[in-house]
Structures are given as structure tokens and as C-alpha cells.
T-cell receptor, first 112, second 112 residues
Framework: SQQGEEDPQALSIQEGENATMNCSYKTSINNLQWYRQNSGRGLVHLILIRSNEREKHSGRLRVTLDTSKKSSSLLITASRAADTASYFC????????????FGKGITLSVRP | DADVTQTPRNRITKTGKRIMLECSQTKGHDRMYWYRQDPGLGLRLIYYSFDVKDINKGEISDGYSVSRQAQAKFSLSLESAIPNQTALYFCATMGTGANVLTFGAGSRLTVL
């Protein structure tokens, strides 16, 4: 069963705009991660936020975590056409013993 | 060379055939995983292994088996393939204490 559920399922924006993607989960976590997948390729790790952290930045990426609401958001600022991809949140559940559970993913399209 | 290599990249087979998907890694990671990706369903964990003598079922292990031949090699077998095993299969690795997955490029399997 999926632990993380992303929202929206699909997002289309203009180049230069910001993209915000959300993830909700159900049980306690050690950390939450975001991955990116270009069409038909392997997933690539973007950023990890631990359960005791509230916000983290990496380049144009900003991720927040609200453990009271069991939700996270990924913000991509100043989007580029090359950001077009699918994005997945993955949770490392407390007691899950290093088994990441992935959501269904968000398809982001950035129009040039 | 890729850190995580999957072979074959594409395979078309017939119902009832035995299929093996192979994964090798140069990361030196102890933990290896097999995931399956279906459109709209995200990634689901099939099997995982924390070392050569440790094999564990994931959420969808029925119809699959695995072998950890060495620290660097983890193969997935479909003993008798069926059409609903048509999917994109990913091998991934994780270093001890790292919590982040490194994915292979994927193996696309079609069962007719």
C-alpha cells in the first residue's frame, strides 16, 4: 500500500514560474525524500528531510515537512523546461527498516 | 559506467516463460532492492536484501523470486511470466546509514 500520496497528479506551468507539489502520508516517518524521474528512466534522489526538520533547501529546491499534518511540499523555483519530469515522494517509515515507500508521482510539465 | 546496471533493458517474452532480470552495482552498498513501476501506481517493492544471506519479501512478492549471488549482484526471477507482470522493473541500492536509494536505469518487461 502507498504511504505517500502526491498532489496534484499533474501540473503544467510556464517556464520561470514556481512549481509546488504536495505529499501526504499516513504513519510516522524517519525521513521523507523526493525523487525525480525523467521519462522511462531511473529515479534520481533530489532531497531528504528528516522528521525533526521543518524546511530544507538545495539549489532551486525547497522542501517543507509538517509532521503534525503528515504532509510535505516540494517547491521548485524559477522552473525550466528541463525540470519536466515525474516527481515522487518516498517515506522511510519509523520501524520500516530502510524500506522506502513511494507515492504514485506527479507529472510536471514546464512549457518553454 | 553506471553505478547500478540492469540487464536486459528491454525484454519481450511469452506467458509461461521463465525470465531473469539482473542487477549489479559498483557502489559497494549492502542493501539492494527490486521495485516494479506501473502507470498510475508508482513504485512497489518486490524484494529487498540487506546482505548476501538476508532476503526479504516486499509488498508484491507473489510470482517473483530473487537471488543475491554476491554483495554486488541481485537478480529477480519470474518463474512463469504472466501478462500482468508487464511493467518497468527497477533495481536500487542503499548504503548502510545513508537512507537514499540509487536506482538503475530500469528493465522494461513485456509479457505477451
Amino acid at each position: 500500500s502507498q504511504q505517500g500520496e502526491e498532489d496534484p497528479q499533474a501540473l503544467s506551468i510556464q517556464e520561470g514560474e514556481n512549481a509546488t507539489m504536495n505529499c501526504s502520508y499516513k504513519t510516522s516517518i524517519n525521513n521523507l525524500q523526493w525523487y525525480r524521474q525523467n521519462s522511462g528512466r531511473g529515479l534520481v534522489h533530489l532531497i531528504l528531510i528528516r522528521s525533526n526538520e521543518r524546511e530544507k533547501h538545495s539549489g532551486r529546491l525547497r522542501v517543507t515537512l509538517d509532521t503534525s499534518k503528515k504532509s510535505s511540499s516540494l517547491l521548485i523555483t524559477a522552473s525550466r523546461a528541463a525540470d519536466t519530469a515525474s516527481y515522487f515522494c518516498a517515506t522511510d517509515g519509523a520501524g520500516a527498516n530502510s524500506k522506502l515507500t513511494f507515492g504514485k508521482g506527479i507529472t510536471l510539465s514546464v512549457r518553454p | 559506467d553506471a553505478d547500478v546496471t540492469q540487464t536486459p533493458r528491454n525484454r519481450i517474452t511469452k506467458t509461461g516463460k521463465r525470465i531473469m532480470l539482473e542487477c549489479s552495482q559498483t557502489k559497494g552498498h549492502d542493501r539492494m532492492y527490486w521495485y516494479r513501476q506501473d502507470p498510475g501506481l508508482g513504485l512497489r517493492l518486490i524484494y529487498y536484501s540487506f546482505d548476501v544471506k538476508d532476503i526479504n519479501k516486499g509488498e508484491i512478492s507473489d510470482g517473483y523470486s530473487v537471488s543475491r549471488q554476491a554483495q554486488a549482484k541481485f537478480s529477480l526471477s519470474l518463474e512463469s511470466a504472466i501478462p500482468n507482470q508487464t511493467a518497468l522493473y527497477f533495481c536500487a541500492t542503499m548504503g548502510t546509514g545513508a537512507n537514499v536509494l540509487t536506482f538503475g536505469a530500469g528493465s522494461r518487461l513485456t509479457v505477451l
